[in-house]
């Protein structure tokens, strides 16, 4: 078992150990952490303390939620797209007819959404 050694400096008369918080990740520093990683935020809070205080402890949240968030987006657009070609929501349609195009694509978004939802953030 090895030994951390900890350094302390003199405050007063009290003794502090010296703590610094590392880095944020470079590639997700100053990156918003968007809808799905709020999402995602609140359900690790409320139905995964464990998880969450272990992303904290190792100061990696901020680095999750936009992973997540990236994610989510990416996944989404490509069942969009994958729906909208199966079920032949083009632009031919749209040219033809708006509502029903919008209500189609409406639809679809939502349940690429519910998908992500249930793959990526309540998981």
């Known amino acids: 078992m090895s030994k951390t050694k900890i350094e302390y400096r003199k405050v007063g008369d009290y003794y502090l150990p010296n703590i610094v918080i590392p880095e944020e990740n470079i590639e997700t520093k100053g990156k918003n952490i968007g809808k799905y990683g709020r999402l995602r935020l ?12 272990e992303l904290i402890l190792d100061n ?15 996944r989404i ?7 909208a070609k199966e079920e032949k929501v083009d632009e031919t349609l749209k040219a033809n007819n ?17 998908i992500v ?3 990526l953030i309540y998981d």
Do not use: C, G
């Open 98 to 114: 708006q509502l029903e195009w919008a209500q189609r694509m409406n639809n679809i978004k939502n349940r690429a959404e519910e």
């Open 60 to 74: 990696k949240l901020h680095e999750h939620l936009v992973r997540i968030n990236d994610t989510a987006k990416a």
């Open 42 to 53: 609140n359900y690790l809070k409320e139905n995964n303390r464990v998880l969450y205080q």
């Open 117 to 119: 939802l249930k793959e």
């Open 77 to 83: 657009t490509l069942l969009i797209n994958s729906f």
